[in-house]
């Protein structure tokens, strides 16, 4: 009888076209290929050097995200000439060599990670690259996917990648969350649990009762954050909610292909008795609301704690790194966070831009006021428009939000959406950074609900207050 | 690609961990062609700069003696973060063609070897070895010897690294890795001749 094989095992066999003898590193073939408006450019300007001929365009989809303006849908609302350049570029590129493209203006165009699901670009077994890091997030739909870099051009002309060979880990997930915490809680405490670098080299299946339950837009926040522990990738296993949320999507397939596909999703979870590199187990049944206070995604406590002391910590850089970082965010060991004078709030980017994270934020905006500036962008022009068709920009709006056009925006600010230097921005994206929402920016990472009551408070809050009609 | 053999050359030692590519490169020249001519100054921009445009003297790059540097001795989690090639670039630009860690952000490890840029390994207690030689002999030169797959430090210690075949060949030879892999073209297609079998739906 066969090996029992993990689902990274599956997929990746499925798609490995050869090995090479002396560096161990084996070709595979990719289904799909991403590109956005930052990086890009170096591969096509390598394609045209060189003369390279673009193998599959139709599996490849060019999506500007980075650089759209929160401010309106149009090239012209993109901040200065160099980005708008930018931008136009990657449009005529995808025309110039045939590929799909989600222009600005487009009603399916958005942040890659959320516009791939959304389209069905995203499925079950596939291969899926991105240039950009967080392409983790589309294994949520038991895809193998992950951020490349500068492999662009390569994969553009030959359709494959060579990739040393990835350790596997599994992540079993336990418990019911309570009432207030939310996926990004349970992914910002697993990381806590394995450190910045502590998924290094591998691939993490997330399995268990409590990943299970989760809908697909929380398992997508789980899975783009993978790359937070440092890790390549994040996956869970096709199920019966994959398999809904993936049924007629535009790019998914239909008729007897589907059929065909459902089946031989249903083949790709990991054999009982599959080999890992590692194992771990997580509670998120004790889990209270998380929030970040330093400078990596591992720094968080739950949002009644307080902000660790370096005096306790025996590893001397280790200590030396949560200095800077308590210095650069100006906090005092032992400091409360819940409490916290805040400057701005941003809710959106491919981790907490979704219908599910509005609306999430919008039961506690509603009928309240914001007291510190607060900046919702969706993650696609599809949860744009979805959101306004259920009202979400009138509470928003009401409650003195400012809702933006979709892009990645405050994620990383490089759409000109910055946090001011030394100012304190509670934020649903991933990363915290020294200089990440701008610089000297200090970025609190937190949840929809976190970010939505702090907005109310002007201070770290806790939206479990707010959920049970206190405060 | 400039073709990557021996190079003896002086080497910057930086102690801070956990460098992730937003230091190394800002988010916000992350537009700029590879052929901008200030591409150089980007690198680590707002490590080397002060606040107000001035050079901050405190980093390493702006010592006299480290001005000149083609290498760079990093600590643990080196290039962590965010995936942008560019990262590496700018290293390639500012003229640093090695980069030594005792560990690697490895997409960024992986940018380095695209883009001509040496990335070594070698455990933390040999890495803080050479730092601190570095920072009592400023100025000093390392050797690197891709072909033995050593670096030879300031006091003439060998110390061997691991680098994957592929990834060497491509920095000795200063080939570019999609002709690597066009070489391989007839096993492409044959994979993609099975693949529309089982896989049609993809
Ligand atoms: S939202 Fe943020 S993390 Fe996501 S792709 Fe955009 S910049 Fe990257």
Redesign the interface.
């Known amino acids: 009888m066969a090996q029992p094989r993990s689902m990274f095992q599956k997929i990746w066999d499925?798609h490995t076209?050869?090995r090479?003898q002396?560096?161990?590193?084996v070709?595979l073939?990719v289904?799909r290929l991403i590109l956005t408006d930052?990086?890009s450019?170096?591969a096509f300007?390598l394609l045209r050097a060189?003369g390279?001929k673009v193998r599959h365009p139709r599996t490849i989809f060019g999506e500007p995200d980075?650089?759209a303006a929160s401010r309106g849908p149009a090239l012209s609302d993109v901040v200065d000439a160099?980005?708008r350049t930018?931008v136009a570029a990657l449009e005529e590129n995808c025309r110039d060599f045939g590929l799909v493209h989600f222009g600005l203006g487009d009603p399916r165009m958005g942040i890659s990670h959320v516009v791939g699901p959304e389209q069905g670009i995203t499925?079950p077994?596939?291969f899926l690259l991105c240039?950009?890091?967080h392409t983790s997030t589309h294994g949520a739909l038991g895809a193998l996917a992950f951020?490349?870099?500068?492999?662009t051009?390569?994969i553009m002309?030959?359709?494959?990648i060579?990739q040393?060979p990835l350790k596997n880990l599994r992540i079993t997930v336990e418990g019911e969350r309570a009432p207030g915490v939310s996926a990004k809680d349970v992914i910002l405490g697993i990381i806590r649990e394995l450190g910045?670098?502590g998924g290094?080299?591998h691939v993490i299946e997330y399995a268990g009762p409590a990943i299970r339950a989760m809908s697909i837009e929380e398992r997508l926040t789980v899975c783009n954050m993978s790359i937070e522990a440092?890790a390549?990738s994040g996956m869970v296993a096709p199920d019966d909610t994959t398999i809904a949320y993936v049924k007629g999507r535009p790019e998914a397939?239909r008729g007897e292909?589907?059929d065909?596909?459902v089946a031989?999703w249903r083949s790709l979870p990991s054999d009982p008795g599959a080999r890992f590199d590692r194992e771990l187990s997580f509670d998120a049944g004790r889990l209270s609301p998380m929030v970040s206070w330093g400078n990596?995604a591992a720094d968080v406590v739950a949002v009644d704690g307080r902000v660790p002391d370096p005096a306790g910590e025996a590893d001397a850089?280790?200590r030396r790194?949560m200095q800077r970082a308590l210095d650069y965010m100006g906090l005092a060991p032992g400091q409360a966070m819940h409490g916290l004078p805040i400057d701005q709030v941003f809710i959106g980017s491919c981790t907490n831009g979704r219908i599910e994270d509005l609306r999430a934020a919008a039961s506690v905006a509603r009928g309240r006021r914001a007291t510190v500036p607060a900046l919702v962008v969706p993650g696609s022009g599809l949860v744009k428009a979805q959101a306004e068709a259920e009202g979400l920009d009138r509470i928003f709006i009401e409650a003195g939000f400012h809702w933006g056009h979709p892009g990645c925006s405050m994620c990383?600010?490089?759409n000109g959406d910055t946090v001011g230097?030394g100012k304190r921005c509670v934020s649903t994206s991933n990363?915290n950074?020294?200089?990440?929402q701008g610089?000297g920016s200090r970025t609190h990472l937190a949840s929809p609900l976190t970010a939505a009551a702090s907005a109310i408070a002007g201070r770290v809050a806790d939206a479990r207050d707010y959920l049970q009609g206190g405060a | 690609m400039q073709p990557f053999t021996v190079l003896s050359a002086v080497a910057a030692p930086y102690d801070r961990i956990n460098v992730d590519t937003d230091q190394i490169l800002p988010a916000r020249f992350l537009l700029k062609r590879r052929t901008d001519p200030e591409y150089p100054s980007y690198l680590f921009r707002d490590l080397r700069q002060q606040p107000d445009g001035s050079e901050d003297p405190g980093f390493v790059l702006n010592q006299p003696p480290y001005r000149g540097a083609r290498i760079f001795v990093g600590n643990t989690n080196f290039g962590g973060g965010s995936s942008r090639e560019a990262a590496a670039i700018a290293f390639d630009r500012y003229g640093i063609r090695c980069v030594v860690a005792p560990s690697f952000g490895d997409i960024f490890y992986n940018n380095c070897v695209k883009n001509g840029v040496l990335p070594i390994r070698l455990p933390e207690t040999t890495v803080a070895t050479i730092r601190s030689q570095l920072h009592a002999l400023p100025g000093a030169m390392l050797t690197i010897d891709l072909p033995a797959q050593q670096v030879v430090d300031v006091e003439g210690t060998r110390h061997p690294f691991e680098i994957d075949g592929f990834s060497k060949g491509c920095l000795v030879e200063g080939a570019s890795q999609i002709d690597l892999t066009l070489r391989c073209l007839p096993e492409i297609e044959a994979f993609e001749r099975r693949y529309r079998e089982t896989h049609g739906w993809a």
Do not use: N
Not at chain 1, 22 to 25: C, F
Not at chain 1, 147 to 151: A, L
């Open positions: 499925a076209v050869k090479d002396d560096s161990g590193e070709l073939y289904d930052t990086s450019f170096h300007d060189e390279y980075h650089f160099e980005r930018m499925l077994g596939l240039g950009d890091s951020g490349i870099g500068g492999q051009a390569h002309a030959t359709q494959c060579w040393r910045p670098a290094f080299g440092g390549r397939p292909q589907w065909r596909a031989y990596t850089d280790r790194s990383v600010g490089t230097a990363r950074f020294v200089g990440r610089p």
